[in-house]
């Protein structure tokens, strides 16, 4: 049990760290974001949980606009499902909460709800904080890192 624990907290550290990107501020617009772009990034964000869902990389490509889309190889999305099978379970279901009020980026949270299988055969179910960064880079919202807490 101690070493699941501490799989599963790998595990998801480095998926936090690895879904990291750097935007030159060059490139960023710090304008007032307005509810079309909040709209946007609960959509993409609903979508990049239905591509870890259900397991479609193509699904997930097209979700992550922006310098994060080249960073995740379908190698990586297939072993990160797979662990996550292995240490979480299956998601279930999955619901925005809320923003988190931050300046020049949005930090969106939702709650993902894992369900498995435990050594005796029963159900278990778990929940989960899901991160989502956006941004607008070029006039465009786009993904800057996401990932589970």
């Known amino acids: 049990m101690k070493r699941l624990i501490s799989a599963a907290f790998a595990l998801?550290?480095?998926l936090c760290l690895a879904a990291c990107v750097v935007?030159?501020?060059?490139?960023?617009d710090v304008s007032e974001p307005d509810e079309a772009d909040l709209a946007r990034s609960v959509e993409l964000g609903?979508?990049?949980l239905a591509a870890f869902r259900d397991e479609d990389f193509a699904h997930?490509?097209?979700?992550i606009p922006g310098p994060l889309q080249s960073k995740m190889t379908e190698k990586d999305f297939k072993t990160s499902c797979k662990n996550w099978r292995d240490t979480l379970g299956r998601i279930k279901d999955y619901d925005y909460v809320l923003e988190l009020e931050t300046?020049?980026?949005r930090n969106l949270i939702w709650r993902v709800e894992f369900e498995?299988?435990?050594t005796g055969g029963n159900?278990?179910?778990q929940d989960m904080l899901f991160r989502l960064v956006t941004g607008?880079?070029?006039d465009e919202t786009c993904v800057l890192s996401c990932g589970f807490l």
């Open 116 to 118: 498995r299988d435990d």
């Open 123 to 125: 159900e278990v179910e």
């Open 103 to 105: 300046p020049a980026v």
């Open 12 to 14: 998801l550290c480095g």
């Open 136 to 138: 607008n880079v070029d």
């Open 23 to 28: 935007v030159e501020d060059d490139d960023f």
């Open 60 to 63: 997930l490509q097209k979700n």
């Open 46 to 48: 609903n979508n990049i």
